[in-house]
C-alpha cells in the first residue's frame, strides 16, 4: 500500500473519531474500502497484497495507541475489514470475469444456431431451384440432400451443437446460484436433455470416459436433488458437475 493511501486511513480513522464515530463498525468499513480499493488497482503479486494489509493493520494500530482504546477489539475489526475489502475486490472481478465467459458462451451458441440455419437455409434453395430441372437432375439433388442429412459431418454439427448446450447450461446454473439470477433448476433441466442428446455421439462416450460419464450422471441427478432440497452444498456440487462435463466434453476434443 503506498504511504499516501496509508496516510489516508489514518485521515479517515481520525476523522472518524473527532466526530466520535470510531467504532469496531467503523473502522472494519474504513479498512474495507482502502483494501477493495487498493486490490482492485493491483495488477499482480501477492506481496503487494501482503504489504498493504500490513499497513492497513499498522495505520489502525497507531490510531488505536493515540487513543488509549482496546487494540485488540480495533485489530480484529481491521482484520475483518481486510477480509471484506479482499473479498469485494475479488468477487467484483470474478462477477466480472463469470459475465465476459457467459457473454462468449451465448456468442458461440447463436454462431452455432446461425450455421444450422445458414445450413438448411442453403440446402432448401437448392432443393426450390431444383424444381425447374429435368426430372433425373430433381432426383439427383433430392437424393444428394437427403444423403447430406445424413452424413457424418452433418451429425457432427448437432452432437456438438448439443454438446456446447450442456455446458452452457450447466454454467448457467452455477451463475443463477452464485448471483441468484435464473431457475437453476431449470438449467440443470436443460443440461440433462442437452447432456442426453450428446450421448447419442458414441465417439464422445468411450472407454476412457466411462467413469466420468457415470460420475457426472449420478452428480447431476444429486444436485437436481439438491437444489429442490434447497441445501447448502448446491455450489460445490455445481461447481463439480461444472469441472466433470468440461472433462467429460474435453476428452473428446482433445483427440
Known amino acids: 500500500m503506498s504511504d499516501s493511501r496509508k496516510q489516508r486511513i489514518i485521515a479517515d480513522l481520525q476523522q472518524a473519531k473527532q466526530t466520535g464515530e470510531l467504532k469496531t463498525e467503523k473502522i472494519r468499513e474504513i479498512i474495507k474500502n482502502a483494501i477493495a480499493e487498493a486490490v482492485s488497482e493491483i ?6 497484497i ?3 494489509v500490513q499497513d492497513a ?7 488505536a495507541k493515540e487513543t488509549g482504546g482496546e487494540v485488540k477489539e480495533e485489530v480484529t475489526a481491521s482484520i475483518q475489514g481486510v477480509i471484506d475489502g479482499i473479498s469485494e475486490a475479488r468477487r467484483q472481478k470474478i462477477a466480472q470475469t463469470q459475465s465476459e465467459i457467459t457473454t462468449l458462451e451465448a456468442q458461440v451458441v447463436s454462431e452455432e444456431q446461425e450455421l444450422q440455419q445458414e445450413i438448411d437455409q442453403a440446402l432448401a434453395e437448392v432443393e426450390t431451384e431444383s424444381k425447374s430441372q429435368p426430372d433425373k437432375i430433381k432426383e439427383a439433388i433430392a437424393e444428394a440432400i437427403i444423403n447430406i442429412g445424413n452424413s457424418e459431418e452433418f451429425a457432427i454439427l448437432q452432437k456438438h451443437y448439443a454438446r456446447l448446450k450442456a455446458q452452457t447450461a450447466v454454467l448457467q446454473a452455477n451463475l443463477a446460484s452464485r448471483y441468484g439470477e435464473g431457475d437453476v433448476g431449470k438449467y440443470l433441466d436443460d443440461a440433462k436433455v442437452w447432456y442426453d442428446k450428446a450421448k447419442e455421439d458414441p465417439e464422445v462416450f468411450t472407454e476412457p470416459v466411462k467413469r466420468k ?15 429442490a432440497r434447497k441445501e447448502k452444498q448446491v455450489k460445490q456440487l455445481l461447481k463439480e458437475l461444472w469441472q466433470e462435463i468440461r472433462e467429460i466434453f474435453q476428452e473428446k476434443t482433445s483427440k
Not at 493493520?57 to 490510531?63: L, Y
Open 213 to 227: 460419464r457415470a460420475q457426472f450422471e449420478e452428480k447431476l441427478g444429486a444436485t437436481g436433488g439438491a437444489v
Open 50 to 52: 501482503t504489504s498493504l
Open 57 to 63: 493493520i499498522s495505520a489502525v494500530t497507531e490510531t
Open 43 to 48: 495488477k499482480s503479486g501477492r506481496g503487494e
